[in-house]
C-alpha cells in the first residue's frame, strides 16, 4: 500500500469512527426527545403538578417534586463544588503551591474523577448512620458536591495551565502582586473555567448512583433541608421499574426534560465561553 | 557617560534544575541614565536571564539562585525592605510575546494605575489612558473602540499596548525583551520608532537578537557571551573599533559556536541563529 492510500484509509478510519460516536449520540438524543416529547407535549403539565399520594403506583399528578429536588440540591451542590474547586485550581497553578505538590494533588484528583459515584453515595450514607442522621436534601447536596468537585477542579486546572505565562509575567512586570497575577490568570481562563463548571453542574444533574442512598427517593414535594427528597434521574429509575404503564411513559418524558436541561446547559456555557474568549490572549484568532 | 540609573554589582545567576546551569556569571554593567541600551549576544547566552533578574521577575519560579546585588540609582534591588512589586513597579518589563491582558484596550492601559491607586476620579484615569496611548503612537488607531477586547488588536499594535501598560505605571527604567522579535517589519519598525521617541524619557534596557537594531536604536551596547559580559561601549564605538577579539567575530558575524542547520544564505541571520553551550 502507497502512503497515499495509507492516508486515506486513516482518514475513513477516522471519519468512520466519528460517524459512529455522532450517530449513536443522536440517536440517543432522538430516541428520547421523541418517546418523551411525545408524552411531555401532550401532556406538558406533569412537570409541574406536584406527585398524588398515590403516584407511584397509579400515575396521579405529576413529577415536580424531582424536578424541584434536582435544583434544590444541584444548584447549591454546583455553588459549593466550584467556589472549592476554582480555589484549589488557582491554588495549584499559582506561585504558591510548588510544582511537586501540584502534581501529587493532580494525581488524587484523578483518583477522584475515575471513582465510580456510587462509591460517593455509599461514602455519605456511611457518615449518615455515623452521625445518626435521616437521608435528605443535605446530604443529597454533600454527595453531588463531592462528585463535581474533581471534575470542575480538573477543568479549571487544565484551563489556567494553558493560559500564556506571560500574562502572569505582564502583571508582574507592572508591579502586580502575586494574588493579582493569579486573578489575571483567572481572568484569561475564564472562557475553560466557566465550560469546566458548567460540565460539572450538568454531569452532576444526570447523576442518580451519588443521590440513590442519600436523599431518601421521597415521593413527595421537598419539604426543607433535611427532609427526604428525590431527582430526576433517581424518579426516571423509579418509574420505569414501575407496574402502571402510564408512570412508565413519565419517564420519557422526565428523561426528555433532563436531557433539554443538559442540552441547554452546554450551550449557554458555549455561548458565554465564546463570549469571554474573545479577551482572551490570542483573541478571536485562535 | 552619563549617570547610571541601574548598575549590576557581580550579578550571578544560576538555575539549579536537573543540572546546575551557570547563566549569568557574574557581571558588573552599568546601564545609563535617559540612554537606550541593548543587550546583545548569542542565545543561550543569559541575555533575558540578565533582563529578568534585574527586577527580580526570576523569582517567581522556582530553582533559581542569585547572588551579587542590582542597584536602582543608590538603591539595592536585592538588599531592600522595599515590597518586590514596588520594586518591578519602578523597573518595568515588556514581555518578548505581546500579550494583551485578558480585559479590553482601555483596561490594559487603567490596570498598573489602578492597581497601585494612581488617580483620584475616572477623569483623570481617562486622561492619563489616552495620554499613554497617544505616547505609544497607538491613539488614533483604538480611540473608537477602547471598550473591545485588547486581544483582538494586531500583534504590532498589541505589542505598543504593552509599551502603554508599562509606562502608565511611571516606571525609572523599562525592561524590553526582543520586543520586535514577534512582529512583522512595518509593525517591527512602528515599535521601533515607539522607542525612539521614548528613549530621551526613559532608560531603556532592550534585549535584541538583531545588531542592525542595536545599531539603529541604542545609545548603549552590552555584549553578553555564555554568561559573561565581554564589552560594554557606545553604540559607535562597539561597531566599528570593537576593543574584544570576541565582539569583533561577533559583530562581523562570524561567532558560530555550534554546527547550526538552519538557512544561512542572510549574513545577519548567521549571527542571531547561533546557539550557544552545545
Known sequence: MDRYAKGRLFGLLARGAAALVVAVMVLVVAVTIYRGGRVFLTDPVIAFTPPGSRYMLEGDGGFLHAVLGSLFIVVPATVVSAVLAVSTAIYLQSDYSSERFSDLVNMFLNVLWGTPPIVYGVFVLTIIIAIGARTSLFFGIIAIAIFQYPIMTRYTDEALRSAPETVKEATYGLGGTRFEAALMTFRAALPGIIAGIIMGFARGIGDAATVLFTTGRSTNMPGGLFEGATTLPVLIFDQAMSFNAEVRSHAYAASFVLIVAVLALIIVSKLLAGRYARYAPGGRHS | ?278
Open chain 2, 1 to 278: 557617560m552619563t549617570d547610571a540609573a541601574l548598575t549590576t554589582d557581580n550579578l550571578a545567576v544560576t538555575y539549579t534544575g536537573n543540572r546546575n546551569v551557570e547563566a549569568l556569571k557574574g557581571v558588573s554593567i552599568e546601564f545609563p541614565a535617559n540612554q537606550l541600551t541593548a543587550i546583545i549576544g548569542p542565545s543561550g547566552c543569559g541575555k533575558s536571564t540578565l533582563l529578568k533578574s534585574l527586577n527580580r521577575l526570576h523569582e517567581i519560579q522556582s530553582n533559581v539562585e542569585i547572588s551579587g546585588d542590582v542597584l536602582l540609582g543608590e538603591q539595592s534591588v536585592y538588599d531592600t525592605d522595599e515590597p518586590v512589586p514596588e520594586l518591578r513597579r519602578r523597573i518595568g518589563y515588556v514581555p518578548q510575546t505581546p500579550t494583551a491582558l485578558p480585559v479590553s484596550i482601555y483596561e490594559n492601559v487603567a490596570y498598573g494605575l489602578k492597581i497601585h491607586g494612581d488617580y483620584d476620579s475616572r477623569a483623570e484615569l481617562d486622561e492619563q489612558v489616552e495620554h499613554y496611548l497617544r505616547k505609544v503612537n497607538l491613539w488614533s488607531e483604538v480611540e473608537d473602540r477602547l471598550d473591545a477586547p485588547g486581544a483582538e488588536l494586531s500583534t504590532g499594535q498589541i505589542q505598543r499596548l504593552c509599551l502603554a501598560r508599562s509606562l502608565a505605571v511611571e516606571p525609572e527604567v523599562l525592561l524590553c525583551d526582543e520586543v520586535t522579535s514577534a512582529l512583522d517589519p512595518v509593525s517591527a519598525e512602528t515599535v521601533e520608532e515607539t522607542l525612539e521617541s521614548l528613549k530621551d524619557e526613559y532608560t531603556i534596557i532592550m534585549v535584541t537578537h538583531s545588531m542592525d537594531q542595536a545599531k539603529r536604536l541604542a545609545d548603549e551596547v552590552v555584549f553578553l557571551y555564555l554568561g559573561d559580559c565581554i564589552e560594554t561601549n557606545d553604540t559607535r564605538s562597539f561597531f566599528e573599533n570593537p576593543q574584544h577579539e570576541r565582539t569583533a567575530e561577533f559583530v562581523s558575524g562570524h561567532t558560530v559556536v555550534g554546527d547550526d542547520d538552519d538557512d544561512e544564505s542572510e549574513p545577519t541571520a548567521t549571527a542571531t541563529t547561533v546557539e550557544a553551550g552545545r
